[in-house]
């Protein structure tokens, strides 16, 4: 299960942004109160929808991330040693950003250099003291293992030193399996959520230009965007019709909900594959250049023990052949052994023994 943790300086609107991507109501979930929220999201998907309607299934699965909320300021939960276990756990981090209220967005780039430098030192704390056992076992008993993990932790060191987040380091491959297993917080790809004023929720260009503005134009690992989460919370408690009314009043033309979804996922580096037929449609997460055959262990570990082909079609062909049997007759399925590599959107059957 993908996870993703919203954090942020206190009373930024990251509770708001919970409830307004998890769709949460009610008392249990309010602005302001001191505890840590966790919700699953389907992640929208066009493709999925069109797939549903060509087999009408009983079922139709959307894949899955799971945003956990924390409370009150990042700064104080790191420095009491809070939740920093729970942070460490998240795949990606979003970080909401005030841009409401008096003078919106005037401490932007401030607030996002605390809250980054925060995440820094407590990279830093941990690299440090690993570095320091790492020393006198090496001294001990030298060994490659060691060597390459002490090499890859003084990269890290460096880095955090300048003040550099660990999601901008290039790791070579055996570095980035040597520092893995810390979870380094600043290593995290990062979301920037900028909470916009209502004055400002129809202006599609905030995000570009707050990006700029903080210095977060092609960042590795980086993404920004802009919402209004007053305008969206609303938004979220009312039926389509009302939404639209709603939406013109304020001159938005869709909700950011899918959006920002959709951005979480592409951050990740992440694709979808879908299986098809009358019982269920399903979209299935995967990390771009998996092969056939870990896409068959997401389903299920027996298809991939007996994984003998797999049958793909992709979803243009899929939608422009109308079917399946015709995909089929057109010869635009594919028959691919366990090294092919899926692509984004592709429907694939497994053909498997047992
Ligand atoms: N004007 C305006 N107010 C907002 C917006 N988003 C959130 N707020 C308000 O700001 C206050 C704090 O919102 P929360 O979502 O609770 O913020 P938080 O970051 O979860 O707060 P803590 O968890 O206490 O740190 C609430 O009163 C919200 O109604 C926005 O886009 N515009
Ligand atoms: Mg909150």
């Known amino acids: 299960m993908l996870k993703i943790g919203i954090v942020g300086l206190s009373q930024v609107g990251k509770t708001t942004f919970f409830r307004i991507i998890t769709r949460a109501h009610g008392t249990g979930l309010g602005a302001g109160?001191?505890?840590?929220?966790?919700g699953m999201v389907s992640v929208p998907d066009a493709r999925l929808e069109r797939l549903s309607e060509m087999f009408r299934p009983q079922k139709t699965v959307h894949a899955n991330i799971e945003y956990v909320d924390?409370?009150?300021?990042?700064?104080?939960?790191l420095r009491a040693g809070s939740q920093s276990a729970t942070l460490r756990e998240m795949q990606a981090l979003v970080h909401v950003v005030r841009a409401f209220g008096e003078e919106p967005g005037s401490n932007l780039q401030a607030d996002i250099e605390n809250v980054e430098l925060e995440l820094i030192l407590s990279d830093l704390a941990v690299a440090e003291k690993r570095l320091e056992r790492l020393e006198k076992d090496i001294k001990?008993?030298?060994s490659p293992a060691l060597e390459q993990e002490l090499h890859a932790l003084q990269m890290c060191k460096a880095a955090l030193e300048k003040q550099k987040p660990l999601r901008e380091v290039d790791f070579a491959p055996e570095q980035e399996r040597a520092v893995r297993g810390f979870t380094f917080l600043s290593q995290k790809p990062m979301l920037y959520i900028l909470n916009l004023d209502e004055k400002d929720a129809a202006?599609?260009?905030?995000?570009?230009?707050?990006a700029a503005k903080a210095g977060l134009t092609h960042r590795p690992k980086t993404m920004v965007t802009a919402v209004c989460g007053k305008v969206e919370a609303e938004l979220a408690e009312l039926s389509d019709a009302e939404a639209q009314d709603f939406?013109?009043?304020?001159?938005?033309?869709?909700?950011a909900i899918a959006r920002v979804i959709r951005s979480s996922y592409q951050l990740l580096g992440l694709i979808s594959f879908f299986t098809v037929g009358e019982d269920e449609c399903r979209a299935w997460t995967l990390r771009l250049g998996a092969t056939a055959w870990e896409a068959a262990g997401e389903i299920h570990s027996d298809i991939q023990r007996g994984f003998i082909r797999a049958e793909v079609v992709?979803?243009?062909d899929l939608i422009a052949a109308g079917g399946l049997v015709e995909a089929r007759s057109r010869g635009r399925l594919r028959l691919e052994g366990k090294e092919y590599v899926v692509k984004d959107g592709e429907i694939v059957h497994f053909r498997h023994s047992g």
């Open 70 to 77: 924390t409370p009150s300021s990042v700064i104080d939960l």
């Open 33 to 38: 109160r001191p505890e840590t929220h966790i």
């Open 314 to 316: 992709s979803y243009e």
């Open 140 to 142: 001990k008993q030298k």
């Open 247 to 255: 939406m013109a009043s304020f001159g938005i033309r869709e909700s």
């Open 203 to 210: 202006r599609t260009d905030a995000a570009e230009e707050f």
